[in-house]
């Protein structure tokens, strides 16, 4: 079991308590995944590109575990949506697919 600070504890609390305000019941996040995003993002892209990821990441997650892909949990849509964004952080703000389009990769 890993030691935790207090910060880490409040920011542990702060999640639950804000997932059961928005009643959203059966998700549980790794608050350190994704604080990591935000961090990898803010340094590769800007300091702001870190939260507003983080808002997209749940967004994406969100449609994906209400909609098209049946049986994924909402724990699985995170991380892979997680996953993705911090693919393409190395990349910055400029290049990558964005570059050329997305028609190839069916988004």
Known sequence: MALHDDSTLDLDQWS????QALQILDLTV???????LARRVSGSVSPEA??????YVGYAAALDAAG???????DQAVRDAASTAARIADEGAHGGQDSSGWAATGQ
């Open 16 to 19: 639950r308590r804000l997932a």
């Open 30 to 36: 790794d608050t350190g995944e994704i604080l990591e």
């Open 50 to 55: 870190g939260p507003l990821t983080t808002f």
């Open 68 to 74: 098209s892909r049946a049986g994924r949990t909402p």
